[in-house]
């Protein structure tokens, strides 16, 4: 059975910087893509980041760019987003996801295995 858990949100002021982790366990195959994905209030869910297991990394067309990056450990089933310079619109649910049936980024919603998802508050 594949879990996926994600640690590390919080409240942060604006301006300043978070690392989410996300550790992907049961996954039959070790070529699988982790993405994460990211729910505003009121809002729908949107992807914000993937990387497959060699490393090669997607960014969605969202201000992400430049100021998020994803990064995997291998070795130990860990994903990381480093989010720095956070503003009050980055404020949302957090949620990584893996597809074990893929190998590729974009992940693609349908068929996913999801964390809970985390919340990341970030104040004015």
């Known amino acids: 059975q594949v879990e996926v858990r994600e640690s590390g949100g919080g409240v942060v002021q604006a301006g300043e910087s978070l690392r989410l982790s996300c550790v992907v366990s049961?996954?039959?195959?070790?070529?699988?893509?982790v993405g994460w994905f990211r729910q505003p209030p009121g809002q729908s869910r949107e992807q914000v980041a993937c990387?497959?297991?060699?490393?090669?990394?997607?960014y969605t067309p969202f201000d992400s760019r430049g100021r998020f990056a994803i990064s995997r450990d291998n070795a130990e089933n860990i994903v990381y987003l480093d989010m720095n310079k956070l503003t009050p619109e980055d404020t949302a649910t957090y949620i990584c996801?893996?597809?074990?049936?893929?190998?590729?980024?974009?992940?693609?919603?349908?068929?996913?295995?999801w964390g809970q998802g985390i919340q990341v508050t970030v104040s004015s």
């Open positions: 049961g996954v039959p195959y070790d070529d699988h893509p």
């Open positions: 996801a893996t597809d074990q049936w893929s190998s590729g980024c974009p992940l693609v919603t349908s068929g996913l295995s």
């Open positions: 990387i497959t297991r060699s490393g090669t990394t997607t």
